[in-house]
């Protein structure tokens, strides 16, 4: 397994940009898809985005299509979600995790870093 620590969370309005990164250690962080979750209040995790270990396959949710882009860079071991046209209903806890099966599920992934609060003021 990866150990993944998120960074780059904070406060924005609506409409404002805003990239997280999940930093990984571990010689294996190359040959693991990347997923990016998060968790609202009161609410299930949910999926977001994932990439393959090449980066060559991506998935989003609907909700996120069109403004949000997950990226990695293997050589850094870091991989990265850059939000534009940030929603209140975007508010929530995101977490990286990692996994050997390119997934939209949660229970694909085995490792996960500890979350990171990203909050969107109206």
């Known amino acids: 397994q990866v150990q993944l620590v998120e960074s780059g969370g904070g406060l924005v309005q609506a409409g404002d940009s805003l990239r997280v990164s999940c930093a990984a250690s571990g010689r294996t962080f190359s040959s693991y898809a990347m997923g990016w979750f998060r968790q609202a209040p009161g609410k299930e995790r949910e999926f977001v985005a994932a990439i393959s270990w090449s980066g060559g396959s991506t998935s989003y949710a609907d909700s996120v299509k069109g403004r949000f882009t997950i990226s990695r860079d293997n050589a850094k071991n870091t991989v990265y979600l850059q939000m534009n046209s940030l929603r209140p209903e975007d508010t929530a806890v995101y977490y990286c995790?990692?996994?050997?099966?390119?997934?939209?599920?949660?229970?694909?992934?085995?490792?996960w870093g500890q979350g990171i609060q990203v909050t969107v003021s109206s």
């Open positions: 995790a990692g996994g050997l099966r390119f997934s939209t599920r949660v229970t694909a992934y085995g490792s």
